[in-house]
């Protein structure tokens, strides 16, 4: 049992006793505990708990300590189910809701009788919501977008979340002695942005069906069904499903391609493999005499049919296949082609790193330069430069330039908010004194697709812009992107020599990689933008380059691989001769 679950749990139980009314102080005892496990971060409560270390940790009392020693001894919580089973499945599910937490829950069981998602949903509507005490208008509006953020979720997770998750998994299916090797598949492989559940598939020796029974009856595991002859679907008392696939290790490198998908792919790699007189299905592969051919991975599947391995982020469309068929796959953005990063932010505004610390940590990553962009005085909720402020920030900047001998560079920037008229904050005198300017839509979203292209538009006829920061506003599982004709923007981008952010917080991922290929092909250049907000917050550019792999790119079409001059003269090449 390691500490995150048992913390989940524990906060669950929190929760439940909200909801049901109980005491505050019990159900703050369980979050307490909660709090104090996931401060320990282990993979194995076992040992602490034994050892009564565990009994030690401040927040952690005996009956909090009871339900640690059984998740430890039996993966479950009694008490959990208790109270779950107490507790109408429609009131589990607002519990979901953000800012809704279940002292209000229960308060709004009370007074309206709500008991389900609809019944909030109506009561909201009508008005009768807003009258509750505690319950203003504005938090009526926060929920009503909650029961519609959640409608789109659905369960998804994002990519980071779910990768760490699947790697615990893949560690624990390939320690099983009955396992030759093991593989993360599905959309984690895939590493699409969102989602919905981890796939595993295991080769094995002996029985298979062995196998996966004991991983069904294995400590933290809620329910188990049989998905079809060689997988079982998996459910953790934390809520992720797994769907783990385990076959003789002869069928591991076709079992293994057939589960990391897409169906597209799969589809696309069955038809060509078809053509050239085999047969290819999820039991393997066999010739034009219907022999088997022995596959002993997945590089060898693809050569078996003539075909150069497919990265496993370029299946998708079935596109890919047909490239590969052809000689033409791109080849692909690395890591190591990057030589710096644009929109970081620092302390100046809502950053928690000075400028120096920014430098320091992208010189540790190997980059020859990076982009500080803090947010234009329009952000006042970020805490958005006055003009002063920005002067001082480039004195300062110039200071550490000094420091650097040419071997490193600062470059000054700014994220300017596009007004909702699609100027740029600030006036030109000030927008001159940039080496770059970032141009990103914080409010005003919902003014509908036409309002919203013209705004967008007009700001890339700005000279002074050089990057359309996250280009549709999507924040992942919680708002959907703004109305905008993005098609226009890229066409308009592409044409004014305006790079096209690929937002790599993963919240965002904007431009979406499904639009990649497209801006590409327009010779849009894209910018890998980490959104740092932190040093550790710069790693998110390597998730930006898994999305950039996604959608095609090669280092030519990211303005990330250029060098220092390379960026300053693609920044400078719309701006009038006297500003050069
Ligand atoms: P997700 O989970 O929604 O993020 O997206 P995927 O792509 O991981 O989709 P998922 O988990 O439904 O399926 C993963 C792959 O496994 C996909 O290529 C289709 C394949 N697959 C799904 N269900 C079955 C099944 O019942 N039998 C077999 N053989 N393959 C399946
Ligand atoms: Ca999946
Ligand atoms: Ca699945
Ligand atoms: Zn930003």
Not at 138 to 166: C, F, N, Q, S, Y
Not at 232 to 239: E, P, Q
């Amino acid at each position: 049992m390691d500490s995150r679950t048992a913390a989940h749990v524990l906060s669950r139980i929190a929760a439940l006793l909200e909801l049901s009314g109980a005491n505050t102080f019990r159900a703050r005892a369980y979050e307490g505990a909660a709090q104090a496990l996931r401060s320990i971060d282990t993979d194995d409560l076992a040992p602490l708990l034994a050892s009564g270390e565990l009994a030690k940790l401040p927040g952690v009392g005996p009956a909090t300590l009871g339900v640690v020693r059984e998740l430890v001894e039996t993966g479950e919580s009694a008490y959990l189910e208790r109270l779950r089973a107490s507790i109408p499945e429609g009131l589990l599910e607002l519990l979901r809701l953000p800012r809704l937490g279940g002292a209000k829950i229960h308060a709004l069981h009370e007074a309206l009788g709500i008991t389900s998602l609809d019944d909030l949903e109506r009561e909201a509507l009508s008005g009768a919501l807003a009258k509750v005490k505690g319950f203003g208008p504005k938090t009526v509006e926060a929920i009503l977008k909650g029961i519609a953020g959640l409608r789109a979720a659905g369960d998804r997770m994002r990519i980071p979340a779910a990768t760490a998750e699947a790697i615990r998994i893949r560690a624990a299916v390939a320690a099983h002695p009955d396992v030759v090797r093991a593989g993360i598949a599905g959309s984690v492989r895939r590493s699409v942005e969102t989602v919905g559940d981890i796939d595993v598939v295991a080769g094995c020796r002996g029985d298979p069906a062995a196998v996966r029974g004991s991983f069904a009856r294995a400590p933290g595991v809620r329910r188990a069904t049989e998905k079809d002859a060689d997988t079982t679907t998996i459910t953790y008392v934390d809520g992720t499903c797994l769907d783990l696939c385990c076959v003789s290790d002869d069928r591991f490198a076709t079992a293994l391609w057939r589960m990391t998908g897409s169906d597209a792919h799969v589809a696309a790699v069955a038809g060509h493999a078809a053509r050239g007189g085999f047969a290819l299905g999820a039991d393997g592969l066999r010739d034009a005499a219907g022999r088997p051919v022995a596959v002993a991975d997945e590089p060898s599947l693809y050569a078996a049919l003539g075909l150069p391995f497919i990265v496993p982020e370029l299946r998708e469309t079935g596109e890919e296949v047909s490239a590969a068929a052809a000689g033409v796959l791109p080849e692909l953005l690395r890591d190591e082609q990057l030589r710096g990063v644009l929109h970081c932010h620092t302390r100046y505004s809502d950053g928690r790193a000075s400028v120096a610390e920014m430098a320091a940590a992208a010189r540790e990553r190997g980059w020859g330069w990076i982009g500080i962009s803090d947010h234009s005085q329009a952000a006042f909720y970020a805490g958005g430069l006055k003009p002063d402020e920005v002067r001082r920030q480039h004195d300062e900047i110039d200071a550490l330039n000094a420091t650097f001998g040419g071997a490193f560079t600062i470059l000054k920037g700014i994220e300017a908010d596009i007004l909702a008229d699609g100027r740029l904050d600030y006036d030109a005198g000030l927008l001159d004194s940039f080496d770059f300017v970032i141009g990103s839509i914080h409010s005003r979203f919902a003014m509908g697709e036409p309002a919203m292209t013209e705004r967008v538009l007009r700001a890339l006829d700005d000279p002074h812009l050089t990057v359309l920061a996250h280009p549709t506003g999507r924040l992942l599982l919680s708002r959907d992107p703004y109305g905008i004709d993005i098609d226009a923007v890229l066409e308009k981008a592409a044409e004014r020599g305006v790079a096209v952010e690929l937002n790599a917080d993963p919240h965002r991922l904007d431009l979406d990689w499904r639009h990649l290929h497209a801006a590409k092909r327009l010779g849009v250049t894209i910018a890998i933008g980490p959104d740092a907000h932190s040093t550790r917050g710069l790693d998110n550019t390597m998730l930006g380059v898994v999305m950039a792999r996604k959608g095609w790119l090669e280092g030519a079409d990211v303005l990330n691989t250029r060098d220092v001059a390379g960026v300053r003269e693609f920044a400078r090449h719309g701006l009038p001769e006297g500003a050069r």
